[in-house]
């Protein structure tokens, strides 16, 4: 078992459809990021976590520490989100990103 | 504009050759990473360096390397090329010390080994 799982893997959707993805994570941990990765290959660091919850525009990110599970919201979303949004974590006393696998997001006009 | 900077973008290359990866980043960083990732698969620490003269192996084994001799500057280097290596090279970097920093990205070099 990964240390931090995603679901769903993959995701499509409508235009306009609120969007939520989940990471898991096994271990405790000191932050938690949010990625998004564009079929280019170039990567974009959304939100860094360690608690509650944080918005950017359209996108939202919380954390529950205890339940050790985060989910990133996307609202009204748009065929420009589509890409893969991975979460990665810092487990407590480690000093290296361990990475899910992506959830790779396709919104259809 | 602070950044991070990756060349190649795209490198096709024979086995056998060595070749150097580029990274660079304007943003005085001290933490450094080069990152291995294989097409739909998560990313993979290869290499890290936490300042100028330092650098340590990551989770995955590699047979490249890498050296800091500069802050701005992190390049990896694979000696002799093979097919295996062909994959996705990302850099990024990060503030150093014990808080949490977010990490910037360089948007990556494709290698490809024929």
């Known amino acids: 078992k990964n240390e931090v799982e995603q679901s769903p893997q993959n995701l499509t959707a409508q235009e306009g459809e609120f969007i939520t993805i989940n990471c898991s994570y096994s271990v405790g941990i000191s932050a938690l990021h949010w990625l998004q990765q564009h079929p280019g290959g170039g990567i974009v660091s959304l939100f860094m976590?360690?608690?509650g919850k944080k918005k950017h525009g359209r996108l939202i990110a919380t954390i529950n520490i205890q339940e050790k599970h985060s989910s990133l919201h996307i609202t009204a979303s748009h065929p420009r989100d589509s890409a893969v949004y991975i979460c990665?974590?810092?487990?407590?006393?480690?000093?290296?990103?361990?990475f899910g696998q992506g959830t790779r997001l396709t919104i259809n006009p | 504009e602070a950044d991070i900077y990756q060349t190649p973008r795209y490198l096709v290359i024979g086995t056998g050759k060595k070749i150097t990866l580029e990274c660079s980043q304007t943003?005085?960083?001290?933490?450094m990473y080069w990152y291995q990732q294989d097409p739909g698969m998560e990313l993979h620490l290869i290499h890290y360096s936490y300042g100028v003269n330092s650098t340590e192996k990551g989770d995955l084994s590699s047979e490249s390397t890498v050296s800091r001799i500069r802050t701005e500057h992190f390049p990896l280097t694979l000696e002799s090329a093979r097919p295996s290596h062909t994959s996705q090279y990302l850099c990024a970097s990060s503030l150093g010390g014990e808080t949490d920093y977010g990490y910037t990205f360089g948007s990556g070099t494709r290698l490809t080994v024929v």
């Open positions: 976590l360690s608690s």
């Open positions: 990665a974590v810092r487990s407590k006393g480690a000093q290296k990103l361990v």
């Open positions: 943003m005085g960083h001290d933490k």
